[in-house]
């Protein structure tokens, strides 16, 4: 696809407008509703494939924004999504940076590692700097769903990278 | 070995300092600039919290245009089911209505019954003061699976302020946690922070908290007290915030408090002002 095409923009851009639109809208991925137990945090899924794959249509600047706006949204401190998010984009960019070829199992790997590191600092924050209460239990359901959900969109997120957007350049 | 640390210390830099191309901002950087923003959200400096208050007003009416469409499509389902159930529907209605023409007279007896029980109790009675009571429509009703909220449409400029009780058909569904000039943030019953004193059917007084899950729990009953099934839950207004008597839920066999009203259900909702008015906050 011409890389100055109309379409190749809106494409390129979808990862991105996917993110702010998961932030602001009412639509989550918190599916307690159908099973009281499945919840799954889609936006560092979402920040840490586009880190990984094509960090250049993954802007750290709208990153940080849409993290700013999730904090407005669910009514957390300002700021400490945006800090979760940009230990994400941290691990991503380091993950990438010291390896040539990734395999699904390798992402997935590094994304436990990168999720384990951004939910800690999150939690620790909140947990000393707010009244907010949360359960252990439910951080470790939403880690596990998050974790299980992975290669799932990992291999959606490939198709729509391969047939819409294209490899990455050279 | 040393080459090994040199790679991990350029990935290390790289990743923290790298620009250029699209990437304007190192993650540094932002990690300092949400640092900075962080701190003086939680430490309330003087400026933040009309920034904050102004920012939240105008992200929330954003959030409720977004989320138009996903609301539309369920409520354009719902509508077209129900025309062409219109038959069924005036057919059910008319029995209704015989229904409740034969319950008219019982109605009637029952809270002149009640008015002059409360005046026993000396309570208030909940709707004495209609102008005290401000009507608002849900604007965001994200769920979380850490914080059970709703957004309402009404603010501090209509008189809301922390702490006053919220409902729904005079069923009490939480209390207003963060108050914006045109938005307020309700935390639900059901929510993990969630706690009020309550009292039971038959004169038990308990703290019903927030699990997280739909059902809230009773906490602190008395000792060998066992809960059985369907028992009615008010509250007690011992907090001198929520109007004692106001009804909240029904128990159930695993001794959770099954709420008369849905939390993932609301679309209007009602702030009693009377708690402000009569100076208790």
């Known amino acids: ?170 | 070995m040393s080459v090994s640390r040199d790679d991990f210390s350029i990935a290390f830099r790289s990743a923290l300092l790298q620009r250029g191309g699209a990437q304007k901002f190192s993650v540094l950087s932002l990690i300092f600039l949400a640092l900075i923003i962080f701190f003086l959200d939680v430490y309330g400096a003087k400026f933040t919290k009309p920034v904050r208050g102004f920012l939240n007003d105008v992200v929330y009416r954003i959030t409720f245009l977004a989320s138009a469409p996903t609301r539309f499509f369920p409520q354009a389902s719902k509508d077209l089911t129900s025309y062409f159930n219109v038959k069924t529907e005036n057919e059910r209605l008319k029995a209704e209505i015989e229904k409740y023409k034969s319950l008219e007279l019982n109605v009637e007896f029952l809270s002149d019954e009640n008015k002059n029980l409360q005046k026993i109790l000396e309570t208030e009675y909940f709707n004495k003061n209609l102008s005290n009571i401000v009507l608002a429509k849900v604007l965001v009703d994200k769920n979380s699976p850490f914080l059970k909220s709703i957004i309402i449409n009404k603010g501090t400029r209509t008189g809301i302020l922390k702490g006053m009780p919220v409902t729904h058909n005079n069923y009490l569904v939480g209390r207003i946690v963060e108050t914006n000039y045109l938005s307020s943030r309700v935390l639900l019953l059901n929510d993990l922070n969630s706690r009020i004193p309550v009292t039971l059917d038959q004169g038990a007084q308990a703290i019903l908290s927030g699990s997280g899950k739909n059902n809230p729990i009773l906490e602190y009953l008395p000792e060998d007290y066992k809960i059985i099934d369907e028992i009615n839950v008010f509250a007690s207004g011992k907090d001198g915030i929520f109007s004692p008597g106001t009804p909240i839920g029904m128990t159930n066999l695993d001794g959770e408090v099954e709420l008369f009203v849905d939390p993932n259900q609301l679309s209007f909702v009602t702030v009693n002002l009377s708690v402000q008015n009569a100076g208790k906050l």
């Open chain 1, 1 to 170: 696809m011409a890389k100055h095409s109309l379409f190749y923009k809106i494409y390129n851009a979808g990862p991105i407008l996917l993110l702010y639109y998961l932030c602001i809208s009412e639509v989550d991925t918190n599916l307690e509703k159908v099973f009281e137990i499945f919840t799954l945090n889609f936006q560092i899924i979402l920040i840490y494939f586009w880190v990984l794959k094509r960090p250049e249509i993954m802007a750290n600047g709208h990153i940080f924004l849409a993290g700013l706006i999730n904090d407005v949204v669910m009514g957390y401190p300002l700021g400490i999504s945006s800090l979760s998010y940009l230990i994400i984009i941290f691990v991503g960019t380091y993950v990438r940076n010291k390896s040539v070829n990734t395999t699904i199992a390798s992402d997935w790997f590094t994304f436990l590692m990168a999720m384990i590191f951004s939910n800690l600092l999150f939690f620790s924050l909140l947990n000393n700097f707010s009244d907010l209460e949360f359960s252990y239990s439910k951080i470790g359901y939403n880690m596990f769903f998050t974790l299980f959900m992975f290669p799932i969109f990992w291999l959606l997120f490939n198709i729509y990278q391969m047939s819409l957007i294209g490899s990455r350049d050279a």
